[in-house]
């Protein structure tokens, strides 16, 4: 006999933060778009600040039953809140805490281990884990040691149509490049700062715009205080960002680690050539597109790469595949992807099928894994010598 088909309808999306504080955060942007895919696909999102009093009042129950079909918890959030509710727990893998650990400071990396804990004690205890790569979907059974058919990819929906209908019509000169990052040191936005030089020194009417603010911000105003046609513009509101998108002729991201890479698909749906970090989850955006991954670190080889960006030929390639290569990650399908999954694990639910069954969780305790993810970021930031 076939499975009845579940239904859903309304979701609980719990964050650790306010949507509405926290607007320029990656995370935020994803669960925006992502609330506006489940809307156009007739499913109501709503969200909720896990530490906020209204977070208490998702788990009431209606007296037909619960308030929501699924929790859907961002970085692991909200897992209890699905417990109480007796439904569905999607633990939603942004940030990756484990994978960022290495490239921020000590003192940063010892904050980070509380939303290590939370992310980690989500995706064990989830019905199913969603992540937006397939780099992150390795690194995340690999470092939570989640059993593989618990670990599923739902790339972040863009919607091209809206971006192009929102992007200005500029007169491109061939000279600018754009940066757009939350400035944390795995951007590695130091790394294009010092590789400016090269490339102004080829391309003399060249301009590099970096868009975006963040912990490295004054480090980096600094770096590049003396550097030829070098502008760092701080947090700047999305309708100015799209102004340096429609202005620019190509995109650098030398970043060490992303999970996706929203800025990139940004760039891709404005028809730019892209430079990025051979790192993450970058090489695999660029499946298609026309763009460059460089090895991180190698200032030569990323000035390289973004003078050959600025070639007619690359920007008039870039102009007819990337915006296509954006398409794919139209909002109507990843919808139906997620949707499909969280119905799965509403079913496996239903028939007391038991999803939290991975092997770590067996023969080792939260706690200890933590502090072996930790022993591990050291090790990498710090190797022996």
Request: charged residues 20%; contains cysteine.
């Amino acid at each position: 006999m076939t499975p009845q088909r579940t239904e859903i309808t309304r979701v609980a999306i719990v964050m650790r933060g306010a949507l509405d504080v926290a607007l320029s955060s990656g995370t935020a942007i994803a669960v925006i778009g992502l609330r506006r895919a489940l809307a156009a696909a007739g499913v109501r999102a709503d969200v909720f600040d896990m530490r906020t009093s209204a977070f208490a009042r998702v788990a009431l129950r209606r007296s037909g039953g619960p308030l929501y079909d699924a929790v859907l918890g961002v970085d692991g959030a909200g897992y209890q809140l699905a417990g109480a509710a007796d439904v569905p727990f999607v633990a939603l893998v942004k940030a990756f805490y484990a994978g960022t650990l290495q490239h921020e400071r000590p003192a940063v990396r010892l904050a980070l281990l509380l939303s290590l804990a939370i992310e980690l004690k989500g995706a064990r205890r989830a019905d199913a884990v969603v992540v937006p790569s397939n780099f992150a979907a390795a690194a995340v059974r690999e470092a939570y040691g989640l059993e593989p058919d618990r670990v599923h990819v739902v790339p972040e929906p863009f919607d091209l149509g809206a971006w192009r209908a929102a992007l200005p019509v500029r007169v491109r000169t061939g000279t600018r490049v754009l940066c757009v990052a939350h400035l944390y040191p795995r951007k590695r936005v130091a790394d294009l700062l010092d590789a400016w030089p090269l490339v102004h020194a080829r391309r003399p009417h060249a301009r590099l715009d970096v868009v975006g603010a963040g912990p490295e911000l004054r480090a980096l105003e600094r770096r590049g205080r003396d550097l030829p046609a070098c502008y760092l513009h701080g947090f700047t509101p999305p309708a100015a960002v799209t102004e340096f998108y429609a202005r620019s002729d190509a995109f650098c991201l030398p970043s060490a680690q992303e999970t996706f890479g929203y800025s990139v698909v940004e760039a891709m749906g404005s028809a730019l050539p892209v430079v990025v970090g051979d790192a993450g989850a970058l090489p695999e955006l660029l499946r298609g597109a026309v763009g460059e991954a460089v090895p991180v670190g190698d200032v030569q080889r990323l000035a390289e790469a973004v003078l050959r960006s600025l070639e007619p030929s690359n920007r008039a390639a870039a102009a007819r595949r990337n915006p296509q290569r954006a398409r794919t990650f139209a909002p109507s399908t990843v919808a139906a992807q997620l949707l499909e999954v969280v119905r799965q694990a509403a079913q496996r639910r239903a028939a007391g099928s038991v999803a939290r069954r991975s092997g770590w969780l067996r023969n080792s305790s939260t706690v200890a894994r933590i502090w072996s993810l930790r022993a591990a970021s050291e090790s990498a930031k710090n190797p022996p010598s």
